[in-house]
């Protein structure tokens, strides 16, 4: 399961197909593709911030989605149509000031469904603040 | 079961306490709150679009999210704090133009733990377009 | 959306192909089919206990996910190979004595994948004991 | 987050206080007890398999709600009681004849409530055949 896409590639993607991403400011990154994984990085701004700093459970599910959609892209590659089919969150602790990391592995990249799991964490520490896991269907190969 | 604050004293906390969700323009209204159910309205912007006009899966569970917290606080009062613990999301059907109604209804109000389950659906249709339970986490009453 | 298989035309299907259901006993019987809709129901034996007489979550688990199964067949027919992809549930109440009925509600019944929705109760009880969602793969038709 | 109960421990526990786990035949094992991880061992009877040899989707939700059990008895002791709230589980694979292996992880020890990603595979084999998180409501400690 070597991915076909590497992270800038998928960034232009991204930017090509998906401009509404970075509709309230640019604040994703692809920090590393790798076999059957990836890696996020949200610098959150002022949508994504709750009273006393937190980052928002919204856009921590909205950057899980994001890294479950890249992780599969990196693996099936451009041409591909993949749609979020459920998400499921827990949310640990309150993530702390600082960037947070999304790190994502493919558990299953099946003819129909792809299934990720997703752990997100501020950045160099260890304790999740959230853990997810998403489905996609994805498009025949 | 009977609501202990209307949907425009709640809709007046979330201004004070929670301002950021009309970061991006106010999107967000309270249709109704009645006995174990409250309905929210998105009324989407190009944040929550997605090539095609399609609502996007981060936007609609950002208002599963927020509908799940409005029914809750119409039960248990604005003096209480609830945070999300958990959130699961089946995407059915693409949504297509016009305004998301996200309807929730509280299964459970306990001691510790609320649990609401959110139906989404365009505004006059029947159709599901996505279908979630939300876990809150509420304090001790 | 109708049925196209009976109650009785499932459960001897049920009985032909997965006989191990009832390998503990006899203890699933399908209440009805309706559109859209299936209702079972378990009468629990000492297998399905914990102590206090309570009925244990793996066998409310079960039992949703053959309801869920039910009721696709009975929208889909008796040809087709249907798979749970997940199954997401929430314990709200524990059971009292007594069967415990899993009403069934199809979301979606998609080209590729089935959604339900399961709302657990006690007989004759209004409130749920569990809530649970599940998604089948079911195959092209 | 050091375990306090020893494998045998908890087994002696549940065989004391849940005996029904035993009820058609003794299947579970728990292979080892470390820092924030538990592994258990399902060597699956008659009860557990569908046509075709294959475990069934009912018997891994009931490892897994097991094993999550066991990890968080591990870490808090014999005197809670802990009650699962909810369980979220995805299939990936069939499982091949054999024992199946539970790794399960603490993905949080919080006052109130656990958080325990559980992977499922057969013994031997990398690739997981599920995957589920589950929480469990805790005792104040």
Redo the contacts between chains.
Sequence with gaps: MQPVMSAREIMEMLDR??P?IH??GRVYAIDSVSTGQAVLRLTAN??H???GGTI???SM??LA??AAYVVILAHIGPVALA???????????KPGPGDLLCTCRL??LGK??A?V?CSLAGEGKED?VA?A?A?Y?VPPR
């Design positions: 197909e998906f509404q509709a309230g002022e949508l911030l709750r009273p928002s459970g919204p599910m909205a989605d994001l749609v979020t089919t459920s998400l499921n969150i827990n949310f640990l602790r558990l299953k129909r469904l299934v799991e999740l853990h896991t489905t269907s």
